[in-house]
């Protein structure tokens, strides 16, 4: 498939989680970072997300699973991942559901990136 081909799906999927709001001015600003000296920026900071957010989300569940949640660790938690809180577990699993629907389409993405930056270095070869 063309750069051209893949560059173009990669276009439409980050335009649809805009439209979803999966992304906002952020992913925008994170976007712009990137230039040829550091074509994979933006790669990075999605795989660090999303292995912190795997993390806090494992923790969590860990916390709401005991017989007696300690809030103020749950609090902690929920903020750093959503910057607010939440206190149930409903709550958490639609994080949870969101998270891993976000993370299915970072997926994606860093596919079609990769895909694009091999078939560049082969065009440059």
Known sequence: MAATALKEQLNGLVNSMFAEGLLDEQFQQLQMLQDGSNPGFVAEVVTLFCEDSERILADLTKLMDQAVVD??????????LKGSSSRCMRALNVV????????????TMLQLENRIQAYET???N
């Open 96 to 107: 949870k559901h969101e998270y891993y629907h976000l993370r299915s389409k970072f997926e």
């Open 122 to 124: 082969k065009q440059q």
């Open 71 to 80: 809030y103020s660790k749950v609090d902690a938690y929920v903020h750093q």
